[in-house]
């Protein structure tokens, strides 16, 4: 079945550091992959999405690529913020018809100053 | 900026005893889900609703859960007689149409606590 694997935390980085966190898929058909973001005592936030392969989604600083050949989608940042402290969770929609998201398990983010 | 709510932010019952958790989509949304995530474990999807009826479940969804959309704005789930292992924090979302429907935006959750 579909399924996301995502680099387990947590991730600390000191701020202004570069920013990798994992993420590969198993997806039937040509999924659409996202990257949600979960602040702490809030709900899940699209940070970023791409439909096909090559696209490169991006906001607020984040990049990230969908690389059909290596069935990939990391996710990058070049100079992390405090308030980028989070919990990171990669995600697919396939193209099946079907409305789901299939989530990896999360990572999270602690940025120090 | 519009935004999914969901109430109540946290819910304490008792196992065997019945809860609704309420939602209220994004106003022109068509399309509401309900997803669980059982602490430490991932986000796991429940039910998709369109067109006042279900559009596609899981094989979490069994006949203990249910959802209604009773009004023009709320969305709820049922869970009729909960068991330990629903304690979770429930996410309810909702997508627009056309292009945007790949999108969904979630609430903030509720986190349901059976004991």
């Known amino acids: ?9 947590p991730v600390t980085l000191s701020e ?3 920013l990798t966190i994992n993420c590969t898929y198993t997806a039937t058909g040509y999924p659409s992959l996202f990257w949600y973001v979960q602040y702490p005592g809030e709900g899940l936030q699209l940070l970023l999405k791409a439909t096909k392969a090559d696209d490169k989604g991006s906001n607020k600083g984040f990049e990230a690529t969908y690389r059909k050949e290596t069935t990939s989608f990391h996710l990058e940042k070049g100079s992390v913020q405090v308030s980028d402290s989070a ?3 990669c995600a697919l929609k396939v193209d099946t018809g079907r409305r789901a998201l299939t989530f990896g398990s999360g990572t999270r983010l602690q940025v120090q100053p | 900026e519009p935004e999914v709510t969901q109430t109540p932010s946290h819910q304490v019952t008792q196992m065997g005893q019945e809860v609704i958790l309420r939602c209220v989509p994004i106003s022109n949304h068509l399309y ?14 429940l039910v998709s609703f369109y067109n006042n009826e279900i559009s596609e479940k899981s094989e979490i969804f069994d006949d203990q859960f249910s959802v209604e959309r009773p009004d023009g704005s709320n969305f709820t789930l ?3 007689s909960t068991k330990l292992e629903d304690s979770a924090m429930y996410f309810c979302a909702s997508s627009g149409t056309g292009v945007s ?3 969904q935006y979630f609430g ?7 004991l």
Not at chain 1, 4 to 9: C, F, H, I, L, S
Not at chain 2, 32 to 45: A, C, N, P, T
Request: aromatic share 20%.
């Open chain 1, 1 to 9: 079945g579909d399924s996301v694997t995502q680099m387990e935390g």
């Open chain 1, 16 to 18: 202004e550091a570069f």
């Open chain 1, 87 to 89: 919990v990171y969770f």
């Open chain 2, 32 to 45: 509401f889900y309900w997803y669980r995530q059982i602490l430490g474990q991932k986000v796991e999807f």
């Open chain 2, 78 to 80: 049922k869970i009729r």
């Open chain 2, 101 to 103: 429907t790949d999108t």
């Open chain 2, 108 to 114: 903030p959750g509720t986190r349901l606590t059976v």
